[in-house]
């Protein structure tokens, strides 16, 4: 099971570069010392660069698939399936050691759906990670949480087998409990264990990643499961990185934010 099987694939392993300086600031004006600051002129910026990554192909799971292939029936109590489908989607997020790197005193990752009268409707039944799940910190720190075949994510969770689960890609694994049940185990690192997300029962989410004691750098895995009308052919999906840091001003906090990029969840 180390492979997607006949879910929709990733075309390419591609990358989206995300280069963050003043000119994605909110207020620009926070990044010159006091001293140099006027509010009448242009500012004089030191460009200091933040150097990102976003994976341009989400790896997208079908549970109800996944769960037939492993010979199961569904349970009579789930027949949402009937005019629906529930996709577990995994978006990969990198911060590169470049730049003013070791500024970054949180990471954010936005992700809209298309809502307009004639769009598909998307509704966000779970995002993952929280803080609210149990981490084990060891010589890595993990998230791990249960996901039943209905979208939802508890803490209850059993360890994945190493020989059995499905590469997410960003330390992501993905894995059928048992047998006897409609759960998945999923586990990936975490950069820090401080992590908070919005945007359940909506069309667009978002995840703060915040510092912890070690800087924040490295790969990231952001997942959730989406509710969709069934057998839908194609899906696209709008996403932006944003980080915070401090500016020469001391304690006053710069926003940084990245455009938009569309991502094809599968065509």
């Known amino acids: 099971m180390n492979h997607i099987s006949d879910n929709k694939k990733p075309l390419e392993p591609d990358l989206i570069q995300v280069e963050l300086t003043s000119v994605n600031a909110v207020d620009k004006f926070l990044l010159v010392p006091l001293e ?6 242009e500012p004089d910026i030191e460009n200091e660069h933040f150097s990102l990554r976003l994976g341009s192909r989400p790896i997208c799971i079908n549970l109800l698939d ?47 759906f298309p809502s307009g009268p004639d769009d598909i409707r998307v509704t ?39 020989d059995q689960f499905i590469d997410l890609g960003y330390s992501g694994k993905l894995s059928l409990t048992n047998k006897s049940s409609a759960n998945f185990s999923l586990q990936f690192n975490l950069l820090s264990p401080q992590v908070v997300s919005t945007g359940i029962g909506d069309n667009h989410s978002e995840w703060i990643v915040y510092r912890d004691q070690a800087p924040l750098l490295g790969d990231q895995l952001f997942s959730q499961t989406i509710l969709i009308p069934k057998d839908i052919d194609s899906l696209k999906v709008k996403a932006r990185i944003n980080c915070l840091i401090t500016g020469p001003m001391g304690s006053f906090p710069v926003k940084l934010a990245g455009e938009w990029n569309e991502l094809t969840l599968w065509e």
């Open 36 to 41: 140099k600051a006027n509010l009448g002129e």
């Open 66 to 112: 996944l769960f037939l292939k492993q010979s199961q029936s569904v349970p009579a109590s789930l027949n949402i399936f009937d005019q629906y489908d529930i996709w577990l989607i995994n978006y990969g997020v990198s911060i590169i050691k470049t730049g003013g790197w070791q500024k970054i005193k949180q990471l954010g990752l936005e992700i809209s």
């Open 124 to 162: 966000i039944i779970s995002n993952m990670p929280t803080t609210s799940f149990k981490t084990f910190a060891g010589a890595e720190l993990v998230f791990k949480a249960n996901l039943e075949l209905n979208g939802q994510a508890s803490s209850k969770m059993e360890d994945i087998k190493l």
